[in-house]
């Protein structure tokens, strides 16, 4: 994904728009907002257990698309802990 955090800084700088074009819906042209892609419920209970789903079941927070780092202790206020 295109201004993803580089966590591995011997590889080349490349991502998605590195080779392709910018994604556009078919329809209307109409650019895509890499932030408004959905992410998927994670779930941490008797019928489920999702890698990921016990911070989401615990605090009520998901993170957004790809992003790999929460500051623990924004994470403890928001949810109230």
């Known amino acids: 994904m295109p201004f ?5 800084l011997d590889l080349p700088d490349e991502n998605f728009l590195s080779f392709y074009g910018w994604p556009a ?12 892609l959905p992410v998927l419920d994670k779930r941490w209970n008797a019928k489920r257990a999702d890698k990921g789903g016990f911070i989401q ?14 500051y623990l ?8 802990l």
């Open 25 to 36: 819906h078919s329809a209307t042209g109409e650019q895509l907002n890499w932030l408004t």
């Open 73 to 80: 202790p924004g994470l403890a206020k928001a949810s109230g």
């Open 57 to 70: 079941e615990a605090t009520g927070w998901k993170p957004s698309i790809l992003q790999p780092f929460v």
């Open 4 to 8: 993803q955090f580089n966590h591995t």
